[in-house]
């Protein structure tokens, strides 16, 4: 069965229909790219229709682009891989170009045949950019669609004309924040915005009804009528040249440098604006090849979309296991962190009990979902109506009888064995037999929770981040008890609020913590050093780190870190790896100097809780070395340093999949995205390279920095990470 197949009306009408065969959501194919063109040439050849209208079969109108017709445009290509990918593209530009001058004449532009897009649903990246080819573009009145670019949050940007479109549509300003951003907002919002053109309640009607009475005027694009100025100005006009100034400016301000995908956006813009509309489709094609051609764009893609995609869907389920979906949830604890999990079990429609010891401090739980619901309704992205159905899924109180039927319990109490084991057993004898518990649990190795439970093997960890509804990532720790079922109720839940899940195996601080606390510790320990503390913050963000070490350390508490440290000397006895990071956080910590939280931190900060800069204090106890390191050496301390890391979590079989490490660091703690991930990383700059550095930085160091036995392997025999673990691999061999 065909992607797009055609039906010519009596009226005259040709509707053009998308709708990809099995699947729920339209892709553009390389195939249906083809079948497109010839429905075009068929429909502008055929002198019984007056005019096309393209729309989908589906409840959306498309979700993008498939990104293996990209791949094999490369891999087709041999040893011209850029070529065979500008080739490709241009091709695309070909039959977009063919729909946008509709057969018109090209001196007079008369003589066309009118083409609108009507959208049911969703348009996203290609499913944006060939409505943006069509005179018109009408879209269903309907609130759950989002229209936009989303590119650029993959490491990619708009290349089938959509950056060239834009802009000269809305300007360089007002297309910044769909291209720049990835912003996908409402049909009545793009519209306002001028993405579209009509919000209808029957988009084909309407369609059908433009088409039958456009004149030769409405055909014809603004940048291809005389006279058309950009809007905003181009670049050198006197009002432009402050546009894409300041777009330069944004864009480094925000990117730091790190993402290659915004600056050659912004080099496509710039250099598009100045020449007339067909060189720039090319100059768009060329910096988008450019951008595929580079490893960021490769690793990004495979992170962010295919392996996270992956993971959403089940990749790493136990396979044998019943459907798990949650309907009743004991959320143990409304503090932040309770709290967060019961606003989001209850936007996804489970029934929630949250328990706290007494009805007044579960009730503040509760109110914590209307708090936020409200914030919701005041940004017009919540209703009353929405407010009442979320909360009133929602019971809060101190009587544990009330998690009698719960499927799943998540407990969120004072991270305290004692304590947690207490409520285990208190829980246990009030829930189902059949019912999974689970801790969130930041630290606490799951397998010695489990021991206060009578049946282990229901019995796993659920480890989110905080704030709970923003962040994207929850970690999955199995004990070693744990069975498929607890695994498999575990990977349900989190597909039911909507969040990317990676499962591990017990370790202490399993997998993202392990890798998050040397990050940190590597940038107080350079303090100590007589490191600038700017130079460490600002070697991070130029990273693509969303946060320095030292900024991250005030914003989760200096305390926790401290807290955190004498636990684990505790464990670990003589074990425990002396440093001088702990000296710094226990002296900071006397001084009252806890964080953001405190006002005072690494930094100072005004009433208010606003940074003011760096604390002059270190300078006395820690003198500034008179020679800075290189900004070179910093970040590689930095980058290595969670890297290592997370090698010795796959080398030890905490993690089984190096999707799930890659996937589960850019989510979690924001590792460097445009790297793909600590794994892509390393296969981006090469393990040999990787393993000779990393010696180079234990001999100057320390041992932390000592290459695992992996890495060392792979070095000497020139392996990459992706092609010796296969994606399905369970174990590093």
């Known amino acids: 069965m065909a992607d797009f197949t055609m039906e010519k009306g009596s009226d005259g009408v040709a509707i053009i229909t998308w709708d990809v065969p099995g699947a729920s959501m339209n892709v553009m194919r390389a195939d249906a790219l083809e079948e497109l063109n010839a429905a075009i040439d068929d429909a502008l050849g055929d002198d019984a229709v007056k005019g096309i209208v393209i729309t989908s079969g589906k409840k959306d109108f498309a979700g993008g682009m498939d990104l293996n017709v990209l791949a094999d445009m490369k891999n087709d290509a041999g040893d011209e891989p850029a070529q065979g990918l500008f080739d490709g593209i241009m091709d695309m530009h070909g039959l977009l170009r063919k729909i946008e001058l509709a057969g018109m004449d090209p001196k007079t532009k008369k003589g066309g045949k009118p083409i609108a897009a009507a959208l049911p649903g969703t348009a996203a990246g290609i499913g944006l950019e060939l409505p943006l080819a069509t005179h018109r573009i009408f879209v269903a009145n309907n609130p759950k669609a989002k229209i936009g670019l989303p590119e650029i949050m993959v490491g990619i940007f708009p290349g089938a004309g959509g950056t060239t479109r834009l802009v000269r549509k809305l300007g360089a300003m007002g ?21 579209i ?9 309407a369609a059908k009804e433009w088409v039958l009475n456009a004149k030769d005027a409405d055909l014809v694009k603004p940048w291809d009528a005389k006279g058309y100025k950009m809007p905003g100005g181009t670049p050198y006009h006197p009002a432009g040249f402050m546009t894409f100034l300041g777009a330069g400016a944004m864009v480094h ?16 813009v710039y250099e598009g604006a100045q020449v007339p509309f067909d060189t720039a489709l090319k100059v768009e ?14 690793a990004m893609i495979r992170s962010l979309f295919l392996n996270k995609e992956a993971l959403e869907k089940g990749a790493v389920r136990p396979k044998d296991v019943p459907d798990q979906r949650v ?100 829980v246990e004898a009030v829930i189902p037999e059949d019912c999974i518990f689970a801790s969130n649990t930041s630290t606490l190795p799951i397998t010695e929770l489990a021991k206060a439970s009578s049946r282990p093997e229901q019995f796993i960890g659920i480890h989110f981040f905080s704030p709970v509804e923003k962040m994207f990532l929850v970690e999955i720790i199995k004990g070693k008890e744990t069975g498929d079922r607890a695994v498999a109720k575990s990977l349900d839940y989190v597909r039911q609020i909507r969040k990317t899940p990676i499962v591990v195996n017990d370790a202490r601080f399993f997998y993202c913590n392990r890798c998050i606390i040397p990050y940190v510790n590597e940038g107080a320990r350079m303090l100590t050093e007589g490191v600038a503390p700017a130079l460490i913050d600002h070697a991070a963000q130029q990273l693509g780190f969303p946060v320095g070490p030292l900024q991250l350390t005030d914003e989760t508490s200096i305390d926790l870190g401290a807290k955190i440290a004498r636990a ?61 390191p290189s900004l070179q050496e910093v970040q590689d301390r930095l980058m290595f340093v969670q890297v290592l890391e997370a090698v010795r979590a796959l080398e030890e079989g905490v993690l089984e999949d190096i999707r799930e490490g890659d996937v589960g660091a850019i989510l979690a703690w924001g590792f460097a995205p445009w790297s793909g991930g600590p794994f892509s990383w390393l296969d981006m700059i090469g393990t040999p390279y990787a393993a000779e550095r990393c010696q180079e930085l234990t001999d100057k160091f320390g041992e932390r920095f000592t290459p695992p036995a992996l890495l060392k392997e792979m070095g000497d025999k020139g392996q990459s990470f992706y092609k010796r673990f296969d994606p399905e691999a369970k174990a590093a061999a």
């Open 568 to 628: 684990t000397k505790a464990a670990m006895g003589d074990a425990y790896p002396e440093s001088p990071v702990d000296d710094m956080l226990f002296w900071m910590e006397e001084q009252g100097r806890l964080g953001r939280k405190s006002k005072a931190g690494f930094f100072d900060y005004d009433e208010k809780g606003k940074r003011l800069g760096y604390w002059d204090g270190f300078d006395e106890k820690y003198p500034r070395l008179e020679e800075q």
């Open 253 to 268: 301000g925000k990117t730091k440098g790190a993402f290659p995908a915004a600056k050659a956006l912004l080099s496509a």
């Open 327 to 426: 309907k009743k949830i004991g959320v143990l604890g409304a503090g932040m962190m309770g709290s967060g999990i019961a606003l989001v079990s209850a936007q996804a429609g489970m029934e929630v009990v949250l328990i706290d010891r007494d009805d007044e401090t579960a009730a503040r739980g509760k109110a914590y979902t209307e708090s936020f619901m409200d914030k919701g309704i005041a940004r017009k992205k919540a209703t009353p109506e929405k407010k009442e159905q979320v909360l009133a899924q929602i019971t809060a109180t101190s009587d544990l009888d009330a998690l009698k039927g719960c499927d799943l319990i998540i407990e969120a109490v004072f991270e305290d064995p004692a304590v947690k084991a207490e409520m285990t057993k208190k």
């Open 175 to 195: 297309a910044s924040p769909f291209l720049l951003e990835g912003k996908m907002v409402s049909p009545d919002k793009a519209k306002g915005a001028g993405l």
């Open 197 to 205: 053109d009509e919000v209808v309640d029957d988009p084909v009607a």
């Open 285 to 298: 094609a060329r910096w988008f090849t450019n951008i595929l051609m580079n490893p960021s764009s490769s």
